[in-house]
């Protein structure tokens, strides 16, 4: 059997903790295979080691039979290796093209040639049927296109190769068919591919093998025709899970969220949400269905106060905010698990113990006469830490930037559950998650219902949609296409709705 890739006991020590223990991976040259693991299990830090971004502490990694030295991406790209981040590295005020060639301009009389780089471009996106245009700017294209981007930085680069972190975790579910599809031709063509995900249907769909990690640890490989979704999840946290959401009939209380003819454009300027009424009551969980880019942004910047509305009013608890501050809405009762978790989350420079108290810092208990209190600091984290399970390295003290995406993640969550707000405003919040904890946040979730509070949930996943909203509003092409009870409906009648093909009420 010929390997593309051998990771031989690799351990990796980080302060505090050891992210890889003696863990060995193989990838059979022509076949994709999927690494399983908990959020902070060690998947990117062993994908990152293999692309020359760490030293191993200990263990060896042989291409191709041969045993290598990766010192950084460079030497990784000389050996015809490739990684699409968990979080894209591209330069948002760059061109596809511009992006793609970074740090390997091709010249021509001493001018960068971004004519002949693009051509190439253009041909490898027709070959693989990814519809990217070399000269859009990165701020202007969608995530899914985003991403394309990062596979063919990859593919121009000659890699072979091709470890994938956590791709479909910002895509939709077309995009994600599409990567799947991508993928499949990429194996087709001779490549091999590493494909870390959490989720078990598309590494039932596309992987061969499959090997998990559970802290840090090996705990083997299977095969994934013979696996079952319950044995790997068993396999990955140790235990029983349950992917069924269970959850009590809801009584809804008084209005706590309304909005009234609310017009808010997008960053291009026109109307992105068209005359939308919504209201959201105490005590229940109103999801918004609805393809990426129907309007979701534009409501959830609204609401939360991320950008101003052209017309419209929106009412917290009976009173105006429409105008009012970000700061202003938190104080009245608002919470916000953001969808981009970098960009409106978290200060990634910052301690996990400091980005816990990121709304209340200036006030008691955690500043008294202008002097931070540690000791209140401290115990709060180490709470919010045990209770969500929140792990690092380094606990409370941690930099943020050096937790998994997943612990990051459930640091926001944990941060905004926890003031249980009266209006809570979750968007994809299981985003990069783990089974294990996308079970706990979403019993969080409905505890938090069932404690009287109200919960607008915006995600792309039907499945999520469907298990823990009472009620469930489409939303399409800016505006409100149907309003049902979740136990109404399914996966179908939302799609068509979703998609426009079929009509629903525009009004309560
Ligand atoms: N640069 C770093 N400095 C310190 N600790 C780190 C660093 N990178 C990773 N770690 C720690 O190593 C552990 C493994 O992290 P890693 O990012 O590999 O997890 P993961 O399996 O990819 O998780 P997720 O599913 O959440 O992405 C984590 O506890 C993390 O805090
Ligand atoms: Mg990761």
Redesign the pocket.
Known sequence: MTYAVELLNITKD??G?R?NDNVTVRLKQGSIHALL??????????M?ILFGL?QPTSGTIKVNGKEVKINDPNDATQLGIGMVH?HFKLVECFTVTENIILGMEPTKFGMVDIKSAAKKIEEFSKMYGLNVDPYAKISDITVGMQQRVEILKMLYRNANILIF??PTAVLTPQEIEDLMEIMQKLIKEGKSILL?T?KLNEIKQVADECSV?RR?KYIGTVNVAETSTQQMAEMMVGREVNFKVEKGPHAPGEVVLETRHLNVKNSKGVLGLKDFNLSVRAGEIVGIAGIDGNGQEELVHALSGLTSVESGEILLKGENITHTSIRDRFDKGMGHIPEDRHKHGLILDFHLKENFIIHEYDRKPYCKNMIMQQDVMDAYADKLIEEFDV???EGKD??TR??????QQKAIIAREIERSPDLLLVVQPTR?L?VGAIEYIHKRIIAERDAGKAVLLVSFELDEVLDLSDRIVVLFDGHKNGEMLAKDTDDKELGLYMSGSKKGSEDE
């Open positions: 980080f302060p903790i992210a693991g908990e959020n902070g299990a060690g998947k990117s830090t062993l990152s760490y968990q972190d956590e870390i959490h990690l840090g792990r690092s390295g941690s930099l050096s937790m998994s995406g997943g612990n990069g783990d």
